[in-house]
């Protein structure tokens, strides 16, 4: 997905992934506090790729866009969400 990231503290951003059947997987956390775990400092323009581990039941996956602990005018926008599968297995060259 695109994203644009103007933290202020405290802010949090999270992406979350819940299958179906199964559990929910955090996908990504970022903070805005400088010296705490998941810092990210601001990011106006930037592709973000991330891979998931997907269970093996699973037969469906909503993913859960969260930004709290906002409390003034900043702001995280995402844009061009896209999510590809991988094959269980290698594919020959004719696709099968």
């Excluded at 199964?22 to 106006?44: A, C, F, H, M, Q």
């Amino acid at each position: 997905f695109d994203s644009a990231w103007m933290p202020d503290e405290p802010m949090a951003a999270r992406v979350l992934a819940r299958f179906e059947p199964g559990e929910t997987v955090e996908v990504l956390e970022w903070r805005s506090e400088p010296d705490g775990e998941n810092y990210k400092s601001s990011s106006i323009n930037e592709r973000v790729r991330v891979s998931i581990e997907v269970p093996r039941n699973a037969r469906s996956v909503r993913f859960v866009f969260e930004l709290g602990e906002a409390n003034n005018d900043w702001f995280w926008a995402i844009d061009d969400i896209r999510v590809y599968a991988a094959p269980d297995r290698p594919l020959d060259e004719s696709g099968n």
